[in-house]
C-alpha cells in the first residue's frame, strides 16, 4: 500500500495512493520529468472524491477557477513524447509526503489520506499549491478545522475504511 517515493513508515490510504499515481500522470501528460506538489493538488482536484477533495469542495465554490489557476500554474513541458517520460520526485513533493506523515501522526491516523496530503501541501508555504490556495482564501486552519469536520462526520462503518 505504500506507492509513494518510500519516505513513510505510514502505509497511505487507497484514494492517497490513487493520488500519487494520478500526480504522476498529470506530470507525464504534460511532459514533465518531474512530479511536484502541485501534481497532488492536480489529482485530488481531478479525482473528485476523498476527504481532500471534499474540504476544497466545502471551502471553495468556485472549483473550476481553482482547477483553472492550479492548470495555469503547472504548465506543460516541452513537446516530446510522455510515454518514455519516468519522472521523478522533486524535493518539495517528497517534503510534502514527509509533512503528510507527521500530519497523520499529529491526528493519531494509521494511515495517510488525501486529508494528510492536503494538509500537507498548506504546510508548505513555499509550494505552488499553497499559493495558489491561498488565493482562493484557504488557510492552513481553515483547511484542518474542515479536515476535522470531514472526519468526524463520517457515519460508523465508514471510520474504518478510510474516506481518504
Known sequence: ????????ELPYSPRAEQVIRKATKEATDRN????GSEHFLMAIIRMQEGAAFEVINIL???MFDLSTSLDMEIGRGPDQDHHQLVPSYTPR????????TKEA???SHKYIGTENILLAI???EE???????????FTYEKVRNCVLEVLSSAKPDQQSTPKT
Open 127 to 137: 509550494g505552488v499549491p499553497f499559493k495558489v490556495l491561498t488565493s482562493f482564501g
Open 122 to 124: 498548506m504546510a508548505d
Open 32 to 35: 514533465q520529468n518531474f512530479i
Open 93 to 100: 513533493a517528497k517534503k510534502v509526503l514527509s509533512l503528510a
Open 105 to 107: 501522526r499529529k491526528y
Open 1 to 8: 500500500m505504500n506507492t509513494g517515493p518510500g519516505i513513510s
Open 60 to 62: 471553495n465554490s468556485k
